[in-house]
């Protein structure tokens, strides 16, 4: 957008997409989080050992990192509006398998099918967002996008343990799969591809991975950032608990509470990258803020100030998840049509891969060092992030060469 010309007006029809991407996003969220709110009740209820509970809650997560780049694909070739009624339906109907499983390994296979069934809105979402909404508000746009998560697993929370209770593993399963059929409906009354010029089609047929290694820095960066936000999200409970002597009940609430205001702040993140015209420089500064801020909580960990602690822990949480919108929608402008489904897929897996290996490890390092050691020495991931990341020249230059005159 050029200096003070008007920001283009959004049609409606650009809203409801949006919205229902949100919705479809956030139940497919549901399902893949429900067997981990599930693991109380399996191991309280069911006698269940804690480690087998456990795989359970990990199979879905196992199912979208095995799909997530070839639904990327399908989309690239097929559209978005096919893959997501495909793939919602696939959804739907490994809800059904998982509520009829009998026997742990078959419950398990169920669950892993739903995951990876569910990894068809990931990318097409992104896509269909990134195509109907202009440069100028994509940031905005992409940035409500990230908030389905933290949505979805706080429906996920409230819900499934309580649905549990009173009508058992099928009850809880079978939420996910309501959600997930009425976003289905959503998707086929409102989705329609957004429309891309032939023109711009043939000029963006270019491999961008080829063209230079914009993007497969800001994979890299994606996979540095997330370790951050994984730590604070999964272990500040136990920090304030067990660290500080704090009930279970006030450090659900302050991690609840950094989870809400973490969405707002992707939102926000997403208007300062439309009013700055850049997605990579925010990236970088969030990037370096997260890495002081890391520094910060440690220090104030180490010396056992509980209340600046925790004011710093829902400013660091904020700040360590403002980038994941950003850096979504630089993938799916750099990439062009042709190519954005698998970038999208090869950037989410990124991050699944880096989120499902790191449990073992930081719980080591933090029996071993304690939390604030822990959050000094993950300061460093940020901290490389930074000049990973790829220049804005270089971005721009793959971009002109893969996407050309798409808007």
Known sequence: MRPGSAAPAIAPRSWAMLAVMVFGQASTTVVTAT???????????????LASAGMLAGAPHLGLVLTLIAWGALTDRVGERRVLLVGLSLTTLAVVASMAAQGFVWLGVALVASGAMSACINNASGRLITGWFPAEKRGLAMGIRQTCQPVGMAIAALAVPALANAFG????????????LISLLACAVIVVDPMIPAKALAQASSNPYRESSALARIHAVSVLLVIPQFVLSSFGLVWFVIGFGWSELAAGALVAGAQLIGAAGRIAAGVWSDRASSRLRPIRLIALACAALLVISAAFGWADWAIPAAVAYVLVSCVSVADNGLAFTAVAEIAGPRWSGRALGAQNTGQFLASGLLPPLIGAMIASLGMPATLALVALAPLLAAPVLPSEELAHATAKRTVKAVR
């Open 35 to 49: 067997p981990a709110f599930l693991i109380p009740y399996l191991h309280a209820d069911q006698g269940m050992s």
């Open 169 to 180: 593993i099928v009850g809880a399963l079978a939420f996910g799969g309501a959600l997930t």
